[in-house]
């Protein structure tokens, strides 16, 4: 039988944030605080933020006076986890359920439509959209005992047909298409197992890149609409897969200057805090979580 995992909570004393960082001038502003939802991964929307917390959806509007958290109505979806993305051109989102299942569903809330097969083996987690809204990438996970162990990433029809491995024989995450749609950027292992760096790579699994080369774990490159910037997750050296609850930095990379990313934030956090994209429809700013203690 497979264990479907609980939505996460907070430990004791601890609170998350929700900032937004300005590429252009480096402000960093908290949006919105809570002690009782535990928000994660914010998608940007037109409307403002979506964020998943308790196995619900939320919105927010990170630019309102008094910022307040909205629950999405998705009725009959199963507890979200914090993978989702925004369908381009269309008014939907896809969410990643605790089930192991991938929905479609109208991102201001409704009838949520699975589009994966529940008699596959795999879990699937949701990380990427195609531009053109024609296919998705998402890491699925094997099922050993019940429980889910890291796997690979896979790519389908927005639908769910068309699946097929690209990362075979490797741990990868955290998949994400360039605003081209010429790349899939992730986060792989290949190059050295137990240490996550970022890479990118074609569709069909060829011209497998290294980007990042250096002693930290370095998760969820996440590509600003128009590429000028891409934003990553780097955690301490010698961790194992993307915990919560440590001190971790943001990185971002000016155009295509991958030996030089610049630290923009050194925060607690971790799982939660980019997991998805989150860059503004603009490109000029990108939202994020924090989880500080006290």
Known sequence: ????????????GQRCRVHVYDLATGDD?????????????????????????????WSLDPDAADATLIQVELPGVPTL???????????????????GQIYRAPRAGGTAVRITDPDDPHWHFLH?????????????????????????IRVANIDGSDDRAITPGQVADGSEWSP??????????????????IARMREDGSELEQLTFDERVNWFPHLAPGGE????????????????????????VRGDDWAHPQTVATLPGGQGTINVHSWSPEGARFAYVDYPFG
């Open 29 to 57: 502003r908290i949006v919105f605080e809570h002690a009782n939802v535990l928000l994660e991964a914010p998608n940007w929307a037109a409307e403002g933020l979506l964020l998943n917390g308790g196995g619900l959806l």
């Open 229 to 252: 910037a891409t934003v990553y997750l780097s955690y301490p050296p010698g961790t194992q897969g993307h915990p919560a609850d440590l001190t971790v930095e943001l990185r971002v």
């Open 81 to 99: 986890n914090n993978d989702h993305v925004l369908v381009p051109g269309t008014d939907d989102i896809l969410l990643s359920a605790n089930d």
């Open 128 to 152: 990427g959209v195609r531009p053109d809204a024609g296919r998705i990438a998402y890491t699925a996970l094997e099922l050993a005992d019940g429980r889910a162990v890291q796997g690979g």
């Open 1 to 12: 039988m497979t264990r479907i995992p609980p939505a996460r909570g907070f430990s004791d």
């Open 180 to 197: 081209d749609g010429e790349w899939v950027y992730l986060n792989t292992e290949v190059f050295s197992p137990g240490h996550a760096q």
